[in-house]
């Protein structure tokens, strides 16, 4: 059952004549015929009585235009949602974004849905082995993480951003903020608290450490970012984050860590296979500004 062969039967319908219908659609009485044929032989009953030239609805036709009448507004209904979706007027993203990146979301976020205010977004905070699990069951449309935190698989595309040096963070008031850069052994003689298990930036933090065969002091690990920085505020502890994960209304300083592979590049991670909406490229757009600003 095709949408032409329903304009072509409403039309039939509401002239019931064959000749003036297919005058009016600007095609032939025989196709026009040949159709709607067609349509009666798919829904295996008549919906013209044809008597001579003349032609009746039957009391199917008359049931079934009400049905192809809907169907042809939920087409063209359709038709216009699409075209507003390509225009920014209706849609919706879902962005997953690690909480080290937050700061990098932020000002895109803020212009974006200040410029398309008709499109709805979604942000979803998690790990990185959260945001991937969600990318496999298409619950995000694009993710923001740090490179190395998961296994590169074949079917997600990924765009690096950046490159975020880890540094040590403290509070301002802290004998450590005095310090210009410091050295990954140097930093063991200072009580830590990072970042609990699952998180992907405790991993590169523990895996650091190993590579140089040190032991860190670490006091406390926690899953809940914003209270890992107010405990370091305090001055009696202190973190090892990629610089982006701490910004200047946070109130802490950070130090450069010395040492190698001490970068983190962050990036877009997205499903290769699935469609990429306009608002989503937009999104890009605005991000990749934001962060050259």
Not at 10 to 19: D, G, Q, S, V, W
Not at 91 to 96: H, L, P, V
Not at 146 to 165: M, R, T, W
Request: proline share 3%; charged share 20%.
């Amino acid at each position: 059952m095709e949408l032409r062969q329903l304009k072509y039967f409403l039309r039939a319908k509401e002239l019931l004549n064959f000749t003036e219908a297919a005058e009016q659609l600007n095609i032939s009485q025989s196709t026009l015929s040949q159709q709607i044929k067609q349509l009666e032989d798919e829904l295996d009953i008549p919906l013209f009585n044809r008597i001579g030239k003349r032609v009746t609805l039957t009391e199917a036709g008359a049931l079934f235009a009400d049905f192809a009448f809907q169907s042809i507004n939920k087409a063209q209904d359709g038709l216009l949602m699409l075209r507003d979706l390509h225009n920014f007027q209706t849609g919706k993203i879902t962005i997953g974004v690690t909480y080290g990146l937050r700061y990098v979301l932020t000002p895109a976020l803020i212009r974006f849905a200040t410029q398309y205010p008709q499109i709805k977004i979604k942000v979803v905070f998690g790990t990185s082995e959260e945001l991937i699990d969600k990318l496999n069951h298409l619950e995000l449309d694009f993710a923001l993480s740090f490179f190395g935190d998961i296994a590169v698989e074949k079917h997600f595309d990924y765009q690096n951003l950046f490159c975020s040096p880890m540094t040590v963070v403290t509070a301002p008031n802290s004998a450590l903020a005095q310090k210009e850069m410091i050295t990954l052994e140097q930093i063991t003689q200072y009580p830590l608290v990072l970042p609990a298990k699952g998180y992907m930036t405790s991993k590169f933090v523990h895996d650091l450490f190993e590579r140089h065969a040190l032991s860190p002091n670490i006091a406390i690990e926690i899953n809940d970012i914003p209270t890992l920085l107010e405990l370091v505020k305090t001055g009696n502890w202190h973190t090892i984050l990629a610089k982006t994960s701490v910004s200047q209304k946070d109130g802490l300083a950070t130090i450069p860590l010395l040492g190698e592979n001490m970068d983190r590049t962050a990036m877009i991670i997205s499903t290769k296979e699935v469609y990429q909406k306009k608002a989503v490229k937009e999104f890009y757009r605005i991000l990749h500004e934001e962060i050259n600003l």
